[in-house]
């Protein structure tokens, strides 16, 4: 029986794992990918623009060459982190099902406790658990254009490296920093590039709203200016064929393209449905669907259910890090006081 389960190695979910280790719960880590999975899929060599307090775990570790880490620093940060502090942690291990479970009838336990069992259930065994914390990602489904053609083998929804489609026309469609980086990476590594925008996103300057960041938008306007990128106010897109692309302009003007490949970074949701059939209330958050939390316990309106993460309300890595430290001590205690202990 464990105190907590915490479904993903993400910043939030080693964060929650280190603090659970100090407060002697028992624990265990479960993730479907790699520790830092969603790190791991940021573009190769790309540079992190966080500041590294709002980036570490505890404050002086992560120590990259430059001010600002690269993904391969990051990354090799949360690997160590979780190695060096033997944290509990299991990877390439997906969870298929959470469901709430009754104690058995001869079960010494407080009233506390009566309202918390779980069964978690993966792909290579099963946990029983009184609380579950899930700290997802929110890159399980990708957004789609839901247009002709979108099935294609080029069109793709993530961006890994540029150097495939060096010398060859690629089309970026997207309004944020993932369509931002994406086209200026193709662009300056030699990519014939366009990137498909709507004139708002272009000219948004509000960090807040989602816009490009101007550490990424000034290098796009200089590669603008030596006429490496191009740009195309979009209204939408019409259809993606095999060589070519239909686009329609803000104005209605309809343009066709030659292409290779077709960049679709649009946003992505996360996997709420294991958090909906627990009964857990969700709600339509600034970046999409989220779930219903408490902002002082992180607990959901079912008992014994947290959540912290990119999929809630903390989109950024420094808001993962603290919802992983501030719950789990205030967990711990309910936990001890519960017990008597």
């Not at 969870?95 to 309202?115: G, I, N, Y």
């Not at 990119?310 to 006081?337: E, M, Q």
Request: proline share 4%; net charge negative.
């Amino acid at each position: 029986m464990f105190d907590l389960v915490i479904i993903g190695a993400g910043p939030a979910g080693i964060a929650a794992a280190y603090e659970a280790k100090r407060a002697g719960l028992d624990y265990v880590v479960i993730e479907k990918g790699l520790i830092g999975n969603t790190i791991y899929n940021y573009p190769v060599g790309l540079t992190v623009f966080s500041t590294v307090n709002e980036l570490e775990l505890n404050e002086g570790d992560l120590k990259p060459a430059r001010e600002k880490p690269t993904r391969e620093e990051l990354l090799s940060y949360y690997v160590r982190f979780v190695l060096d502090n033997e944290l509990n942690v299991r990877t390439e291990e997906t969870v298929l099902d959470v469901r709430k479970e009754e104690f058995p009838a001869k079960t010494q336990r407080s009233k506390e406790e009566d309202s918390n069992l779980f069964k978690v259930v993966t792909d290579k065994g099963e946990y029983r658990t009184r609380n579950v914390l899930f700290a997802i990602g929110a890159m399980d489904h990708p957004r789609k254009l839901n247009v002709p053609g979108e099935d294609l083998p080029k069109v793709l929804d993530h961006f890994r490296e540029t150097y495939p489609w060096v010398k060859k026309k690629a089309l970026v469609v997207g309004g944020g920093n993932s369509a931002g980086e994406a086209a200026l990476f193709l662009a300056q590594e030699g990519a014939d590039t366009t990137l498909a925008i709507f004139r708002a996103d272009w000219e948004n300057t509000d960090p807040k709203q989602g816009c490009i960041k101007y550490w990424v938008k000034q290098p796009l306007e200089q590669e603008l200016n030596g006429h490496c990128l191009n740009l195309f106010f979009l209204g939408k897109v019409v259809e993606i064929r095999e060589g070519e692309v239909e686009l329609e302009s803000e104005t209605g003007e309809r343009v066709t393209i030659e292409n290779d490949v077709v960049f679709v970074l649009i946003g992505s949701d996360a996997e709420l449905g294991l958090l909906k059939v627990l009964g857990v209330e969700t709600e339509h958050g600034k970046y999409g669907e989220v779930p219903v939390y408490d902002f002082g316990t992180f607990e959901t309106n079912v008992p014994g259910v947290y959540v912290a993460g990119h999929f809630t309300n903390h989109r950024h890595i420094k808001g993962a890090i603290d919802a992983g430290k501030k719950l789990v001590p205030k967990l711990a205690a309910k936990l001890k006081n519960a017990a008597g202990r």
